[in-house]
């Protein structure tokens, strides 16, 4: 019972570099979107999507991309990495896009951008 | 502007006492409150919720208080174990579907 995995665990980066971090699901969940926790701040959704082929803007857009081609996958790329976006990125599933819906985590990506 | 604040960045409680966390929010349009429990490398887990047509949720050793007119509320633990030393949220939902959450509170369990 995988639930939400997220890869790399750990990843570094030079400004400008690209890079795709990736979610997965194995619970058939509708709902998934993609959080950044940065110290002394609660967790702000960047992107999320309520089914495959539908996307939409959270919070912090800016400067990532996501794509959701299957109920499964839910990568979030970043064309030109900032220092701005060193952060830990999480990825979230509940079965629907309700936001008093409990999610489920994946254990983050730590992603440093020199 | 904080919407959801969780003032105290951390807290230490004698292992079998209660431990009392604080969240304040400060739009009354949220209707619909979760805690969630982080681990160290992990991601954040659910803890309980409560709604807003409710003052109180319980479940096992959790419980959380909601004081609308304050626009406060609080999770109690009791009694406090050591595998409850994590980084507990608050988040706050409304209608409009959005969850903001609070930037979290450290919890430690003292043997």
């Known amino acids: 019972n995988a639930g939400v995995t997220q890869t790399p665990k750990f990843h570094i980066l030079k400004t400008g570099q690209s890079m795709t971090l990736q979610c997965a699901q194995d619970m058939n969940h509708g709902y998934l979107s993609w959080y950044r926790q940065d110290p002394g701040m609660g967790l702000r959704r960047i992107h999320y999507s309520v089914a495959a082929g539908i996307t939409d803007k959270g919070e912090v857009p800016d400067g990532y991309n996501v794509s959701r081609s299957n109920t499964e996958d839910f990568p979030l790329r970043l064309e030109s990495a900032a220092p701005s976006q060193t952060s830990v990125y999480f990825c979230a599933s509940s079965r629907q896009g309700f936001s008093n819906q409990p999610q489920h985590f994946g254990d983050g990506t730590r992603l440093s951008i020199l | 502007d904080q919407q959801v604040k969780q003032n105290s960045p951390s807290l230490s409680v004698q292992e079998g006492r209660i431990s009392i966390l604080n969240c304040d929010y400060t739009?009354?349009?949220?209707?619909?409150f979760l805690w969630y429990k982080k681990y160290p490398a992990e991601g954040p887990t659910f803890l309980i919720s409560?709604?807003?047509i409710k003052d109180k949720n319980e479940d096992g050793r959790f419980t959380v208080f909601l004081n609308k007119s304050a626009k406060h509320l609080s999770l109690h633990i009791v009694p406090s174990q050591p595998g409850d030393s994590a980084v507990y949220f608050c988040a706050a939902s409304s209608a409009t579907h959005q969850l903001i959450w609070g930037a979290g509170t450290k919890l430690i369990i003292k043997p």
């Open positions: 739009n009354s349009m949220f209707d619909y």
């Open positions: 409560i709604s807003s």
